[in-house]
């Protein structure tokens, strides 16, 4: 089985449809509802229709990936994805047409492979779209020297945000230095002087040597009619000629490692890592599997003997493993999260010998048990998500063919404790490490990497599983959530419950619980946040370690107050969750465990540019005195609280304040609504808080425009930050106009206008965008602006900023934007009203504000009814740029370059 990213996909079948292929089309196999075709170009079609849910995925997979790249060109792959959004022929407007319909879309490249995808609203015009803008793009995208002289810095600045994580500078290295000769050895965003000064010819003559039929894979997802969606894919990638080129071949082979290998990061920061890292043999390796489960093992939290070792007793902050599985021998890497002061020679040497003894001590039972649980639970929650399908399956595809993902999955549960042990002693080997450095040794321990089978070997006997899973074609509008849905009370707890036929007996639970007020929640913040981080940690009944896996047992993803489960275990999951939250027992040694983490985290954030200017925005609008529960901490008087905080204070918090006297609790899915009714009566209508309670609401509060900049040495990327605050409630008349307008100025996706001109236009940013927020009971609203760039660019980012800012106060927004963003936000709010998990969010919401998705609906008339004069008006009568207040983050000596 490939467990090698963060939860594999697997997929319901929609039933068989009759079907005559278009000329020259062939099929190929068919797994569990997904269907291969080849067009005679040499393209290769999955289509898996999936009518459950009113959205589309559309996946391109192209087998060209970092790994491709020669000297100098490093990071051009992922260069060239950021340009494949800058237009073609009879697409000039990508990003503007992607936010007109509402999609969903991005682009990822790794080792081996890059793909696109676009996730929208199920409907023939905007699938026949995506397939005609792929097929455009696929073979004529512009890749213009205009383009690229924008996009070389906006990727450049991208790879300076990246430089400021200590992880992500450390495992850059450790790539680096842990290969020879092999490409792997270069990471994905490439080396900055190759980034800044790729040929425009090299980059065209990349993407036309890849970007072709036949070194790609579409596959299309969800709602949609096969037959019709097949011609469409004929006629459109099918005028695509096969290309006469020949692909380049790979042969460099990474030799045997002969020694230990050490570096060293020396940078400003404020935690401690050291990383243990490993060359394993490919995905496709027999081997591969069982190292995966080794990983596991060693770093669960709060299960992975590595946790018990150095967390547990106060070693470490955290450890983890990282996998970079690829088709050629990569590498598995272990590591530790030190707080800064304490050693990190003895976690080092802890952490080598765990993982190069583990051969010695193979996994128990109950680890083998609760390693494949949680694989096979988190399989399970990806099967029920069609939009995850694209990026899942890309992985398999990169490998020589999708259907090893299934497979894979087919033989999970034959990997036993001795395969996973000796897996671990033949790779797990001193002279395979990189951590140390070079030892002269007359008797060295190589690891010999094995030949892995081809897929084809591995596939040939393989035959997938038949589809058992099914759901209703379930209709997102407001008139049928409120048809639905039986609102009700419960002791103190509004419910609301909408039971529906879900693909695997799905069902989301979201539960909100209010208690205290102003006054009796007086200089209690960090002892609430406290309260509520301790719930997990042990209860009367279980440990930590217990409760986590109760919880795995029962199917629960997320949170106490929202999670995800099935229908079978929703009623038990409910008494979990009731049980934690009265009679959490706040073990000492958890309790010291958790300041340790909590002060580990808020340091690591100290120098962070993002963080640093979120900090100084929040704190300069704060009006609330020390002790107000609605004032704001400087990091330091966190520091200090977490510090001084006494068990026992949590304790009696805890006693004195929690309960469900007051609260909202909403489940969409599939569950027995008269069992849940009876399971919330007997568990939590009569558990009440000991103190009073009211709504604690906050107020807008008048400041004065100012300007603060912020050293952060060191560091090469920095961060803009800006607000406007304003008195703005959700049932004020100006704030639909407000967020239409919002929408096309920052909120947009990268065809805002302020994502046009900083990043299209100027190239100065990777990232950035504008947010409003209104108070439901409150008037304490306002605009933020962020983005981020480099420290050299900050003078220019700040005034491009302030320029379209006056720009949208001073002329408006056009008719075509304002249709534009209208699209795009009903699109998007459709889509939303799609997921179970959203849909029981927005109930809790609605109940607490004693509203109902009629209020929704007439929002939405609201907003369709907007003219153009009215959002302009609306947005010049709020937004004032003399009010914007601005903080700079960012590198002061590199400013002056």
């Known amino acids: 089985m490939q467990i090698r990213y963060a ?15 278009p000329a020259g089309v062939a099929k190929g196999p068919s797994v569990e509802g997904i269907t291969e075709y080849r067009l005679p170009n040499g393209l290769k079609v999955l289509l898996f229709p999936d009518a459950s849910k009113p959205t589309v995925t559309v996946n391109v997979t192209y087998l060209v990936g970092s790994r491709h790249e020669n000297y100098g060109e490093t990071g051009m792959a992922h260069l060239l994805e950021h340009m494949m959004f800058k237009g073609a022929p009879n697409h000039r407007n990508i990003t503007q047409q992607f936010s007109e319909r509402g999609m969903e879309f991005n682009g990822t490249t790794a080792m081996d492979r890059t793909n696109y995808y676009e996730v929208f609203q199920a409907s023939p015009e905007n699938l026949k779209w995506a397939l005609d803008m792929e097929a455009d793009r696929m073979t004529r995208s512009f890749i213009a020297k205009k383009d690229l002289d924008s996009e070389m ?92 080129r020949k692909l380049p071949q790979f042969w460099t082979v990474e030799p045997t490692q ?38 596991q093992v060693l770093t669960d939290t709060p299960n992975g003997r590595l946790h018990k070792q150095l967390v547990e007793t106060g070693k470490a902050a955290q450890v983890f493993s990282v996998s970079q599985p690829g088709i050629a021998p990569s590498l598995q890497v272990f590591g530790a999260v030190v707080k800064m002061g304490q050693p990190v020679e003895p976690v080092r040497d802890e952490l080598i010998a765990a993982v190069e003894n583990f051969a010695k001590t193979p996994p128990t039972d109950e680890e083998m048990e609760r390693t494949r649980r949680d694989y096979s639970n988190a399989i399970e929650k990806s099967l029920n998500n069609p939009q995850q ?59 010999e990497i094995g030949t892995a089978p081809t897929a084809a070997e591995l596939l040939k006997d393989y035959k997938g599983k038949a589809n058992v899973l099914t759901s209703e074609n379930f209709d997102p509008s407001q008139d049928n959530i409120m048809a639905r849905t039986e609102l009700k009370e419960v002791g103190g707890l509004k419910l609301a419950l909408l039971p529906k036929k879900n693909r695997g007996e799905t069902v989301a639970l979201d539960m909100r619980l209010h208690w205290g007020e102003e006054k009796n929640e007086f200089g209690k913040q960090m002892l609430a946040a406290a309260a509520d981080q301790m719930l997990a940690r042990g209860t009367s009944k279980y440990s930590r370690a217990q409760l986590a896996d109760a919880m795995s047992k029962l199917k629960m993803s997320g949170s106490l107050y929202h999670f995800e489960t099935t229908r079978e275990y929703l009623p038990d999951a409910v008494r979990l969750v009731a049980h934690v ?41 704060n009006h609330w005195p020390k002790g ?55 568990e939590l209508a009569g558990w009440h808080s000991k103190a009073a309670y009211a709504p604690i609401l906050d107020k807008h509060a008048e400041k004065a425009a100012t300007r603060i900049t912020l050293d952060t040495p060191d560091k090469e990327n920095g961060m803009f930050a800006a607000r406007i605050a304003m008195p703005l409630r959700t049932d004020d008349a100006d704030y639909p106009a407000l967020e239409l307008a919002n929408y096309i100025f920052g909120n947009g996706g990268l065809k805002s206008r302020l994502m046009d001109r900083i990043r299209q236009k100027d190239g100065l940013s990777y990232g950035g965008g504008s947010s409003l927020d209104a108070g439901d009971r409150d008037d304490a609203g306002g605009f ?72 929704s609906k007439e929002y939405e008339v609201k907003l369709m009814a907007l003219t153009p004069e009215q959002v302009s008006a609306a947005f010049r009568k709020h937004i004032d740029p003399a009010k914007l207040s601005v903080v700079i983050a960012s590198d002061a000596s590199k400013a002056k370059r």
């Open 628 to 682: 107000d529960p609605r004032s704001v901490m400087t990091l330091d008087e966190q520091i200090d609280a977490i510090k001084a905080m006494k068990l026992e204070d949590v304790k009696a918090y805890h006693a004195e304040f929690y309960g469900a006297g007051h609260g909202e609790l909403s489940v969409v899915g599939d569950f027995d609504k008269a069992e849940l009714v009876k399971v919330v009566g007997e």
């Open 7 to 21: 939860a594999a996909l697997l997929l319901a079948i929609s039933p068989a449809f009759a079907q005559t292929l």
């Open 389 to 447: 399908v694209g990026v899942a399956l890309s992985e398999d595809i990169a490998l020589g063919d999708w259907r090893l993902l299934f497979q894979g999955r087919d033989g999970l549960a034959a990997i036993t404790s001795k395969q996973v042990a000796e897996a671990g002693g033949r790779y797990m080997k001193r002279d395979n490490r990189t951590v140390g450095t070079f030892i002269p040794d007359d008797a060295p321990q190589r690891a």
């Open 784 to 855: 933020t602006i962020e983005a981020i760039a480099a420290p050299q660019n900050m003078v220019k980012l700040e005034a491009a900023v302030r320029q379209e800012l006056e720009r949208a106060v001073k002329n408006g927004f056009t008719a075509a934007e304002v249709a534009g963003a209208k699209s795009g936000l009903m699109q998007q709010r459709v889509q939303n009203r799609s997921k179970d998990d959203v849909v029981a969010g927005a109930w809790s919401h609605f109940r607490y504000l004693d509203r109902t998705f009629m209020w």
């Open 258 to 295: 002969d020694g230990e290998r050490q570096y060293a990061v020396r940078r400003k920061g404020d935690v401690q890592i050291v990383l243990v890292g490993y060359k394993v043999p490919s995905a496709l390796h027999p081997d591969a599997d069982p190292l995966a489960f080794m990983g």
């Open 153 to 244: 810095t906006v990727v450049r600045n991208e790879y300076e945000s990246g430089e400021n994580s200590p992880f992500e500078v450390l495992f850059k290295r450790m790539e680096s230095i842990a290969y020879d000769w092999h490409s792997y050895g270069r990471s994905t965003i490439g080396n900055r002087s190759d980034i800044e000064n790729v040929k425009i010819e090299n980059l065209q003559a990349f993407y036309h040597t890849y970007y072709q039929p036949d070194n790609a894979v579409l596959l299309v997802a969800g709602k949609f009619d096969p037959s019709q969606t097949l011609a469409w894919i004929s006629k459109s990638f099918g005028a695509i000629p096969k290309p006469k």
């Open 581 to 621: 939250l009265k009679d959490a027992s706040f073990p000492q040694a958890e309790f010291e465990q958790m300041r340790q983490q909590w002060i580990v985290g808020l340091e690591a954030a100290r120098n962070d540019p993002q963080a640093m200017a979120g900090r100084a925005l929040a704190e300069y609008f």
